[in-house]
């Protein structure tokens, strides 16, 4: 528990060990956000199990994103057949591309959040480098201004 302050660590040394678990983060690096992530074929890789994330509020938030790609994905797809693997193709390219940012972005404000010596500033130095630079608010922007077309209208 190195690094915590006076008052979490007074907290933990008052609770019954009994009582505390520890838990694991599992996360996947940026630069494993590839299509293949998302499975291959007809099969098909959404939420955690294609994008483990730190616990930031993106882990939903992506999940759900994923499942609207999936659904556009098929809807546009006439037939079951080569049509719909060539849709599922593109819905992984584009979540891939998609996830690479949020992943690097995530993992660095986590960091930051979780070693707690990271200041904003150094986390924002700090991400991977095959995501552009962007500030809080610029991240905000990106993963909530996205426009979803209605799937029926497809």
């Known amino acids: 528990m190195a690094g915590y302050c006076d008052k979490v660590l007074k907290v933990i040394a008052g609770t019954p060990g009994t009582c505390l678990v520890e838990h694991g ?4 690096p940026a630069s ?15 939420g955690d199990a294609a994008h483990p994330l730190r616990p930031t509020g993106q882990g939903l938030n992506q999940a759900m994103e994923d499942a609207w790609g999936l659904g556009a994905a098929l809807a546009g797809s006439a037939a079951i057949g080569e049509g719909q693997l060539a849709g599922l193709q593109e819905f992984r390219q584009q979540r891939a591309q998609r996830m690479r940012t949020v992943v690097a972005f995530t993992t660095a404000v986590g960091e930051a959040a ?10 924002e130095q ?4 095959d995501t552009a630079k962007m500030s809080a608010e610029e991240f905000l922007d990106f993963c ?4 979803f077309e209605r799937l029926g209208d497809l």
Do not use: C
């Open 25 to 28: 983060i599992y996360t996947r």
């Open 32 to 46: 494993a956000m590839t299509p293949a992530a998302y499975g291959t074929g007809r099969v098909v890789v959404t």
């Open 114 to 123: 979780y070693t707690r010596s990271t200041s904003k500033e150094q986390a």
């Open 126 to 129: 700090e991400r991977a480098p």
């Open 144 to 147: 909530y201004n996205v426009n």
